[in-house]
């Protein structure tokens, strides 16, 4: 049975017990060497494989790859060739590193390949063209409507029809350790007269995972739902960080802006759709009422089974845990989603980014965002240390793990995480208009 595929298939590489990175996993990403060179590679347990060094010892020669595929600061190129080659890169990294291969016997180049994940610098792995994110959480878009609308009239008519979603910005879309910077923007309170201006007051963390794709077909045709997951390269962690005060000012009638656009962090492997196969879980029941044609989708095996993990460190103290989801609550699935994003003719390029929504569950306990944890505030949770949080304060450090287990296989993204630092201080020009 081939590696990939093989339960009690393990790597000669060292791999605990409850690493998210196995050898049925094979995730991609891009990383800079102790030398300085960056490189596309993979990951197992704690060590980073340089795929280029693989290509240039003649390890990928059957696979008629491009010279330089994985010579290069991201995996878009790769990502471009389409789900045969990346089914068969991974098969091939499999074969070379399982337990009592001829690579592990016989390669005289192994520390050019092999590098400890403490020596290297794990980037972002893809050029994001383009970033999309959805609204595709039932609790959460419900939880939302009810908070600031009518309870009883919590989804917006349009919420059960399709997979609400709006176009990002990928300029600040930053991988796991970039330091996040309080946005300052406009704000006004239901009992303020005007706005003002400042430092936003309701920092959020959202949990959310992304999808990232690979080339779609030509000449705006759509991508039909049942042929979708050809086109899903892989998936990562996403914190679609939120200033909900600025938000809730300008978010009408367009959506929002400011309040999004500041930072956006991802995981920085790529975990491929096809190592997470074994975990596929049902959708939520669409009968009532029932899509239309294009987006109709059999439920079973439309989700994935991620376990989700969100913990809040301030500066100096112990994490403490303010939500466990799961990523199988979403109503609208990944197919779904990219069907619709093109049934207009838009056309999806290699790289781009898919963000499913706020990930949130049937009860507080699972909720993803401070938003719905604290209801606006309200209900502020008690931290480790004593203190108590409504929202993300200075010095914060936001993570978020993910992973998916069954039959004693475990196959996780690792994690992503960045801490929240003071506003910049922002001065009026003195140049004045006539």
């Avoid at 999309?132 to 600031?148: I, K, L, Q, W």
């Avoid at 176009?167 to 003002?196: C, L, M, W, Y």
């Avoid at 959202?206 to 794709?213: G, K, P, Q, S, V």
């Avoid at 962090?265 to 029941?285: E, G």
């Amino acid at each position: 049975m081939h590696p990939l595929n093989d339960l009690n298939a393990q790597s000669f590489l060292r791999v605990s017990e409850q690493s998210d990175f196995p050898i049925q996993n094979i995730p991609f990403g891009v990383f800079i060497r102790p030398d300085g060179v960056i490189v596309c590679g993979t990951r197992i347990g704690e060590t980073a494989i340089d795929l280029n060094a693989l290509q240039q010892l003649g390890h990928f020669k059957d696979l008629d790859l491009p010279d330089g595929l994985f010579a290069q600061e991201s995996l878009n190129d790769f990502i471009a060739l389409g789900r045969p080659i990346w089914r068969a890169v991974r098969s091939c990294i499999a074969d070379l590193f399982v337990q009592g291969s001829a690579y592990a016997q016989g390669e005289p180049h192994r520390k050019e390949v092999e590098f400890d994940l403490s020596n290297v610098e794990v980037i972002l792995p893809v050029i994001i063209g383009d970033y999309t994110d959805f609204y595709a959480s039932r609790e959460h878009a419900t939880n939302v409507g009810s908070m600031f609308r009518d309870p009883e009239n919590a989804l917006l008519p349009n919420w059960l029809h399709l997979p609400v979603g709006y176009h990002g910005r990928s300029s600040t879309i930053f991988e796991s350790g970039f330091p996040v910077i309080r946005p300052n923007g406009q704000r006004k309170a239901p009992s303020d007269a005007t706005p003002t201006f400042g430092p936003s007051q309701k920092v959020d963390f959202e949990l959310e995972m992304a999808f990232i794709t690979g080339q779609g077909p030509e000449a705006g045709q759509a991508i039909p739902v049942e042929d979708a997951e050809a086109y899903i390269f892989g998936l990562t962690l996403l914190n679609d960080w939120s200033a909900r005060d600025i938000q809730q000012w300008e978010y009408v009638p367009l959506g929002p802006f400011l309040a999004k656009n500041f930072a956006t962090s991802i995981s920085p492997w790529i975990v491929t759709l096809d190592a997470l196969t074994p975990f596929k879980a049902d959708r939520p029941s669409q009968l009532d009422p029932l899509p239309l044609p294009y987006l109709q989708q059999e439920p079973t095996g439309a989700n994935l089974d991620v376990r989700l993990e969100v913990v809040i460190a301030p500066k100096g103290h112990a994490e403490t845990t303010v939500a466990r989801s799961n990523f199988k609550h979403m109503y609208w699935s990944m197919a779904q989603q990219l069907a619709h994003h093109t049934i207009n003719g838009c056309l999806i390029n290699a790289g781009d980014a898919m963000g499913s929504g706020t990930i949130s569950g049937p009860d507080k306990g699972s909720y993803g965002s401070m938003l719905e944890i604290t209801w606006n505030g309200t209900e502020p949770i008690t931290m480790a240390d004593g203190s108590s949080r409504s929202f993300i304060e200075d010095g914060d450090t936001v993570t978020m793990r993910g992973y998916c287990e069954k039959d004693g296989l475990r196959i996780g993204f690792g994690e992503v995480s960045a801490t929240l630092y003071p506003a910049r201080e922002w001065k009026q020009s003195s140049i004045t208009k006539n």
